[in-house]
Every structure is written in C-alpha cells, then in structure tokens.
C-alpha cells in the first residue's frame, strides 16, 4: 500500500539524498549503507564525535541532512513547503 508523497522516485531528488549522504560521510558519522526507497531511506552509519568528543545526536545529523535536502528538493520540484508526509 503506497502511503504519502513518493518524491524520492524522481531520480535527481533520490541523488540530491545520496549525495548529501556522502557529502558528510566522515565529517558528522561513518556512513556504511543507505537505501532510498520511493517515500523514505534506510541508512546505517555511526556518528563521529565533535570537538568537545561527545558524538553527533542522530537529532542534529537529521536535522543538517533534512534540512538542506528538502530545500534543494523543494528547488528541483518547483514547489515549497513540507516534504514529509509525517513528522518523526
């Protein structure tokens, strides 16, 4: 059953992610695999620490991957607003 927007279809938007993806690969976390789906993505990666040594909060990791994906998405599809369909 297909639940909400299926952005990640359209295959610049599901590049934008994989690119975010690997753009801070070994800066935020040590990124392993990532799988884009059609609605939402899988990913494993373990997070590096700051310079204070306490790791990344997967808080702020979403929030510098979303944040920057859904306005570069929202650009490529001519639109504005949410992307989700849901909050997590």
């Not at 990640?8 to 789906?37: G, R, T």
């Not at 306490?54 to 306005?71: C, D, V």
Request: hydrophobic fraction near 40%.
């Amino acid at each position: 059953m297909r639940k909400g927007p299926q952005w990640l279809k359209n295959p610049e938007i599901a590049n934008l992610i994989i690119e975010s993806l690997l753009f801070n690969h070994q800066k935020l976390y040590d990124l392993f695999c990532s799988l884009v789906m059609a609605n939402h993505v899988h990913t494993i990666l373990k997070p590096r620490n700051k310079k204070d040594d306490m790791p990344y909060s997967p808080a702020e990791i979403m929030q510098k991957h979303k944040g920057f994906t859904a306005h570069q998405a929202n650009r490529i599809l001519n639109r504005n607003g949410v992307l989700a369909s849901r909050k997590l």
